[in-house]
Every structure is written in C-alpha cells, then in structure tokens.
C-alpha cells in the first residue's frame, strides 16, 4: 500500500494543508485523483508520496489519467490563492476536470460544422500595421503586450498568424473571448486556418463530457489550441507557448466569484511562469491596462483598417436629444435616424440599433402619486415585459403580473416609462413594416442569441438589429451600413469611476461596427450632450484624449491605476446588522494602523438583493501587499474583491 498528499480542489475545504490518502498502487506527483472528503467525492491532485501514518486514512477513490497535470498550474494555483486572497482550495477548484466549463463533440477534437468563420484572406499580404505588430511581439523582450488596434484593423489575422508560429515551434495556444457568443467566429477561423487539433470551451456541458475533453487535452502528444471563455486559461495545457485575449477590455473577463480574479493578471502570471507571450488585443483598452502597458514600453499599434484602401468610412452625425425639433416623428427616435434608415434598406443594407436597456419599459410609475414598482426583495425598480406581460427583477430574478390600478392611491393611473429594447423594437417594426427586424440582448431564449444567429446576420438575412452590448462584442457583419445609438449617455448614469471609461468604450464599439472596410457606413448618435469629451474622443477616434482626461481624474481621486482598490462586502438578514457587521470590521481595520485610507461602512449600490442587506468597506492603498495583509483578516463570512473593476 502506498500513502499520498493530496492537495484538494474544492472550495469546501477550508484548509491549505494537503490530506492523506491511500492507494495500492504507486503514483507519480500532479497526478488527478478523486478522493471522499465527508460526503462529498471530488478531486485532487497527487503533491508527494509519504510514509505510512499513525492515524487511519481513507482510499484514493480513482485515478483520472496517467499523466499528471504540468507543474505550472500548481504554481499558477498557489499564486492565485496568495493573490486573490482565498483558500487553495478554491483556487484548486480553477484547474479540477469537474469545472462546469468545457464542451466537446463526440470527438475529443473540436470541430465546428456549419460554424460561422470570420473572413480571414490568409493569401493577400499582411498590412503593414500587421506586419510591424507581429515582428514586436516575436522579437519583444516582454511577457505581455497590449496589442491596441482600432476596429477592423486585423488583431484576430495576427493572433492567427502568431498561433501558427507557435504551434509550428512546437507548442500550445491559448484563445480566450469574453463570451460564449464570440467563440463561434473564432473557431471556425481556427479550424479554416491552423492544421492542428483545436478545443472550444463551454459551460452547457454534463460532468461526463466535460470530463473527457480535459482529459483529452492532457493526454495530447502534439501542440493543440483551446478556445474559450476566462476560465479556458486552467486547462491542463502541457506547454503553452502563446496566450491571447481578444476584447480584453471586457467585463466578463473579471470573475465574480471566489477567487474574483482579472483573467488579464492571472494570463500575465501564467506567462511568466511557463514563457509563453500573453497578447491584450483590443481598440478600448482598459485604463489600467493602458497606463501599466505605458510603464513597460510593451504597446502595440495598429491604427489602419486591414480591408479597402485605408480610408475610415464611417461618417458621425450628433443629434442633441433636448432639441425636440429632432424628434417630431417618433420621440425616441430622432428624425435622422428615421430617414437614414429608409434610405438604407432601400439600398439593401443592414442597420444596427444599440439600446442598452433591455424589457420593454424601465420604469412602472403611478401617475397620480408617483408610486413607483419595486422589487419585494431588492427595492430596485422592476422592469415591464410586454411580452409575456409580466415584471422582472434582472438582480435576482422576482417576476410577477404588474397590478391594474396603483396599490398606494388605488387609482388606474400606472404609466410605463422608459423604452427598453423589446418596446424600441416593436415600434420600429411599426415604423417599416417591410423590414425584416430582430431583438439581440440577454433575454434572447436558446436558439435565438447573436452568436446562434451569426450567419443570417453576416448574409444580411436581417435587415435592422435592435440589441444591447452584446451587439458591440466583436461581430464582423459585412452587409452592416448603419448604426444608430439612441442615447450616448445610459453608461454615464452609474455612479462609479469607470462609467465613463465604460461608456467610451461601448461607443467606440458600437461606432467601429461600421467603417470596417466592407461598405461606406454612417452611424448617428443621440445624446443630451453632443459636444462632451466622451463623445467627442470616440468620434475622433482619439484615445489619448479620453486617456489623459481620465487619469487626471483618477489621479485627483486616487482610484487605478495610481492606488489599488479593496472592496470588503457584507450580508446580513438585516440593515442594521449589515452595518454593525461593517463597523465592527472597521475597527478591527483601523487598529492595524495601516496607511491606507478606508472608507466606510456604508450601504452597497444594490443594498438590498434577494431579502438581504449588503454593506460595504472600499479601501485605497499605493501597497498592494497592504490591502492583501487586512483581507487576511476579513470574517469567512465577508465577501473579498481586490482589484474590483467597479465598485457598484
């Protein structure tokens, strides 16, 4: 019999110490077993063989492969639990097979069918930009490089191109995408133009299948390509020579769960630990990203789009919204717009409409006493689908009829207020009834979401596209001719240091649909404030204006890139508990007599979710190793976030 260390890869072991198991037979470290820990069977991994112990242990239940998983994740895992401060288990849990985030076929090796590939001519030269991009990343000294390149400048032709080298050298790539949705395109063109055996990640996958794709990954004798979402960077890839992260301004590469770590860190980190390049490729990017890039020398440019003769196509109309003149034919949308998208279909071209508000109003507001309908849970306003004509918290999930009359002043005077996607698309079919229209936003049910519709929208099988963000992430749709934003200021709302980094970025993504070399295009947008720096820099496409704009005010206020945020969340069955929860924490903060500046508690931006109270400490540090010394010290009942990518 032989006695084993197992580290243990589930968040509900709380310890770092490695337990003892048993097993008849003789196995080699890193390798993946699966071992009881009370009730539960779960996974683990081998970390050295031990003599036998005084006390009793319990079996090895299995093991899942011969070859053990590379001694970089391990490294990577330990780095991510002292980073992010969270149990090694939890970070463990990243890197199991068990992980609901991979999807395969029938085959270990993906392959994509009828998929939708982004039209990528690997036969005509590579543009200049592209050249020049390529040769700093092979020839740089750097692990990580922020590839910063307008839309339609051709990042996913050098990401292709620089694959192809690495594969050719004998190692593996890493493809990462903010979304699901994204990760169609881009397989296909993976398995159009690069020879070697490709893996797309999923999350609608049984534990069986899952299973068996990750073990086809770690078993793999040759160089291969996984493509995926955030958490594709864990798997068991033996020698990965190139990880890229396209759109890596977005959101979704944060993760809101315990470890909530920045994907773009955690690749950095990955990098060095096994020398593989790591590429940021995005025309927005984060600010953070852009200044620590700056400090390093490691930014690539490319400013010239990769199709049609250099010239930016896309004309910019500004319609000011408080110039009601603009709007005598429907209110929210502006004449303009109106006219231009006559004169589009009649030239049998596509038109896309950004509106990030999904349902159909936002609001459900008495006209007689202002009464306003809220969620019973989350004292938020619900939102009006007149769909199915009901209301639905999009926090936590409360739906219910609305009511006939108003329950305060009990009169028939209940308003529906502010346009939301569904209502934005009903009346523009209204409005051109010719028109073939459709609705893209996260309601969308299976079957029809952006990424399952790709290749109607590419063959302009839809003439007009109503939708929120998810439209701005990347889609290159030929046919597209206009866009049209309704209102440049929804971002702009949220009380928060990165609404207008946010906000910037979306419109700089929405806009770059178009222009992109295919066709003339034209995009019009609605704001309340044409002239504003946001607006105006997106226009112009001057990324160093909105830079230096905003890290002036970053800097006056102390907020990344020139401090490091800490935000310590809390919840309670109760508002007055949530508070003395926070004081008490604060306290405890102060005694460290730590120079970093804490603020709060003070109620969360959505402080009251799902019948719970949450409350807040932000703290601000130029140490981050300060901020990760009093985390140390959060209850296990506190929710810890460093470097969170909002506060809201």
């Known amino acids: 019999m032989h006695y084993f260390e197992v580290a243990i890869a589930d968040k509900r072991y709380h310890s770092d110490a490695p337990l003892t198991y048993s097993y008849d037979q003789k196995l080699k470290v890193r390798s993946v077993v699966s071992v009881p820990l009370q009730r539960w069977l779960i996974s683990g991994f081998v970390t050295r063989e031990v003599a036998k112990p005084k006390f009793a242990v319990k079996p090895i239940k299995g093991v899942m492969s011969q070859v053990p998983i590379p001694a970089h994740s391990l490294k990577l895992a330990q780095w991510l639990a002292d980073y992010y401060v969270c149990s090694l288990g939890e970070a463990l849990r990243q890197f199991a097979p068990t992980k609901p985030t991979i999807r395969r076929t029938d085959e270990a090796h993906q392959t994509f069918g009828e998929s939708p590939a982004i039209q ?16 700093a990343i092979k020839a740089g000294r750097s692990t990580t490089y922020l590839l910063h390149g307008e839309t339609g ?151 010239k789009p990769a199709i049609g003769s250099g010239k930016i196509f896309a004309e910019t109309v500004v319609v000011d919204i408080k110039e009601r003149t603009n709007f005598t034919k429907y209110h929210h ?48 306003p619900l939102i009006y689908h007149g769909d199915d004509h009901r209301v639905r918290c ?44 459709a609705r893209f936003d996260s309601d969308n049910p299976a079957g029809e979401r952006v990424h399952e519709m790709y290749q109607k929208l590419k ?24 866009v049209g ?27 770059g649909r178009v222009g992109r070399g295919h066709t003339a295009g034209y995009v019009i947008i609605q704001s309340y404030d044409p002239n504003a720096i946001i607006i105006r820099a997106a226009i112009n496409k001057d990324w160093q204006s909105f830079y230096k704009y905003v890290t002036a005010q970053r800097q006056a206020f102390r907020f990344p890139p020139y401090s490091y945020l800490a935000q310590f969340i809390c919840k309670r069955s109760s508002a007055a508990n949530a508070e003395a929860a926070g004081k008490k924490l604060r306290q405890l903060l102060l005694e460290q007599k730590l120079p970093v500046e804490i603020i709060g508690p003070a109620p969360a931006f959505y402080s009251r979710r799902g019948g719970y109270y949450y409350w807040q400490l932000v703290l601000k540090s130029k140490d981050r190793q300060l901020l990760v010394k009093l985390a140390k010290l959060v209850p296990a009942n506190w929710s810890i976030d460093l470097d969170p990518i909002n506060l809201l």
């Open 153 to 303: 400048s051709g990042k996913t032709r050098v990401y292709l191109e620089l694959a192809q080298a690495v594969l050719d050298g004998g190692r593996s790539v890493i493809l990462l995408t903010p979304e699901i949705a994204l990760t169609t395109q881009l397989a296909a063109a993976v398995e159009q133009h690069l020879p070697h055996p490709a893996y797309i990640m999923h999350s609608h996958l049984s534990d069986a299948q899952r299973k068996k794709l990750w073990l086809a990954i770690l078993e793999a004798k040759e160089p291969i390509v996984v493509i995926g979402p955030r958490s594709a960077l864990f798997t068991p890839i033996k020698d990965v020579g190139l990880i890229v992260l396209d759109e890596a301004h977005e959101p979704a590469y944060k993760q809101d769960q315990t470890p909530r770590y920045q994907t773009s860190r955690v690749a950095s980190r990955l990098g060095h630990i096994s020398g593989a390049k790591v590429i940021l490729g995005t025309a927005t990017p984060l600010i953070t990203d852009y200044y620590l890039a700056e400090q390093h020398g490691s930014i690539v440019r490319m400013k």
């Open 394 to 437: 999009h926090t936590c999930g409360y739906s219910a009829v609305p009511p006939l009359v108003c329950p305060n002043c009990h009169k028939p005077e209940l308003t529906y207020r502010t346009i939301g996607t569904k209502a934005l698309m009903d009346r523009i079919a209204k409005l051109f009834p010719e028109a073939r229209v």
């Open 459 to 482: 063959n302009g099988d839809i003439d007009i596209l109503v939708g929120t963000q998810l439209l701005a992430k990347g889609f290159d749709l030929p046919k597209l001719a206009l």
């Open 333 to 380: 949308l502006s004449n303009q717009l109106i006219d231009e998208i006559k004169t589009t279909l009649s030239a049998k071209k596509q038109i896309m409409i950004y509106h990030n508000r999904r349902g159909t109003a936002r609001l459900v507001v008495c006209a007689n006493c202002s009464w306003q309908l809220l969620c019973p849970d989350c004292d938020i």
């Open 120 to 135: 990528l001519d690997f036969v005509s030269p590579l543009t200049a930009d592209q050249l020049q991009a390529i040769k």
């Open 485 to 511: 934003i309704i209102s440049a200021e929804t971002s702009l709302s949220l009380p928060d240091f990165t609404s207008e980094e946010r906000a910037f970025q979306l419109l700089y993504q929405v806009m």
